[in-house]
């Protein structure tokens, strides 16, 4: 839990930024419209983005309408480097969410290409002006700038530790639809399933003691038949009722007569080889496009994970599949973690 309250405050932390970042441009935009001067803490803090040139060079405290048009222009080649980037990314890997993500990972990169690009076409229109006219380099301007900046690198290492959200994978039996980390023991119960040895107002406690299973396992039984097994959650706190609680981990042998009526996101389970797994992706097998993952593989072992940066926010998930040394299948299973858990 502490985690997550950690990563909550770092996120509000960012959106302050950005709200400053939003504020400094429109006190720009004010000042000139108004014909005044930006306030002084502005022009300190344009000055302060000198490092890139030199200490010893100075910018122009000056408030014009050429200062807000060179702003414009950063925002504008920010916003087309961006896209240009988006593009890219989309065309190498078909996979919209998994672009978005690389694209906001790496603003702090973006943000200092267009720093650099609003050089350039800085110094040719200069060399490009009348002669006899003055060039400034406007530090109310380099304020928003610099705002900009600040707010990506840390809006880049809020992406880092947090991720980005994956779509959470789901079991199908019979007339159940499972999201795993979401849905409840209730709706399984409404469904005609039942757990072994507890009731629907039974306590289930997570103990907190493991940073890979949550809550309790229990049996998952329908007209007597075992569906495999799963850990229960409370959702917040340390204990609730039975029907409360979140399916946190899914799990069935093979030698389970109903695994031939379960499916892995709409995937026949049954009718998966160990050279399925050894041959194709784990995304393609499951019908995935996951912005962030990472896929596993051994002899007889095969993990698909999901959200791979951490699980501070978002919640991230894996999907195993583990076969015997002669190749047959022995269990498949999902679980989902996340630091309220824990």
Known sequence: MGLFIFALAFGFFVLLLFLCTVYVYFRLVKAVKAGEEVPKWMYKLGQSFRFRYSNH?????????????ETNFFILSLILVNIIFGLVMYHRTNNFLEALYTVLKLQFALAIISVTLNGIVKFFLILLKPSGREAYSYSSSKAVIAAVCLTSFV???????????AKAPSVQFDTANVIIGETRAAELLNAGFSFSERTPDSEIVNKNDEHSSYGELVKLVKDGKPYGLMSLTPEWGTSDKLKNCIVTFYSISADNEQLSKVKFSNKELSKLTINDFKTKNLTDIFSLKPADYEEIKNNTFFILKLQTAGYGIWKSYSLEANFNSDGSPYSYSIRAKHSIWD
């Open 155 to 165: 809006f880049t290492l809020f992406m880092s530790m947090t991720g980005f959200p």
């Open 57 to 69: 060079y100075t910018f122009d405290d000056i408030t014009d309408s050429a200062a807000l048009k």
